[in-house]
């Protein structure tokens, strides 16, 4: 996955969006917060008072009387790289240069484990970047969320190749939903 290349195209993005005003942070933070409950919710894994606890991995985009036709897509990589984009906007936010990522070859955690540490994290950010001034501890903590959010593609199932083209296709949906008026 090209990291680099998610970062400037979410740049063209946020470029194009252009919100500037003082609260811009605040719903970045609500907003990845969000998007990781809606990923959380597809994975189905921390409902233990339900049937069924398989990941929504597919559903109809696009339904069709022939099955031939039909639009499939993935729930779950779809909310997963909706959080993505805003993981990679809070780094464009807090200007953090060359994000590095090093893959682990296990990953210990429990995916439950995963959602509840990130949601902490990512609270954790928003208050560190309102009341800490010092930038080093701000940018460690935003480190801290990167990985484990790719870590959690990993841990979902996702290769870096799904990841980056998921990305890219939602980024396209982004720029058309602008166009729109979204």
């Known amino acids: 996955m ?3 290349k998610l970062f400037k195209m979410q740049k063209v993005l946020r470029d194009r969006i252009n919100y500037n005003e003082p609260d811009r ?8 917060l969000v998007e990781l409950g809606e990923c959380a919710n597809e994975w ?3 409902k233990f008072w339900s049937v069924n606890q398989v990941p929504h991995t597919s559903a109809v985009r696009v339904p069709a009387m022939m099955d031939e036709d039909k639009v499939f897509y993935n729930p779950l990589l ?4 909706d959080g993505l984009h805003f993981v990679l906007e809070l780094g464009i936010e807090l200007d953090y240069k060359n994000p590095l990522y090093i893959p682990i070859g296990i990953y210990p955690k429990e995916t439950t484990d995963y959602f509840i540490e990130l949601y902490y994290k990512i609270s954790e ?3 560190l ?3 800490h001034k010092e930038e080093k501890i701000v940018k460690d903590s935003y480190q801290e969320i990167f990985d484990m959010y790719l870590h959690l593609g990993h841990k979902l199932g996702f290769t870096w190749e799904q990841i980056e083209q998921a990305y890219m296709d939602k980024n396209a949906v982004n720029h058309q939903r602008q166009e729109d008026g979204y």
């Open 44 to 46: 189905r894994g921390f």
């Open 129 to 131: 970047q309102m009341f």
């Open 78 to 81: 779809e909310e997963y790289v």
């Open 2 to 4: 090209n990291l680099d």
């Open 25 to 32: 942070f605040n719903k970045l933070v609500l907003a990845l």
């Open 125 to 127: 950010l928003n208050i």
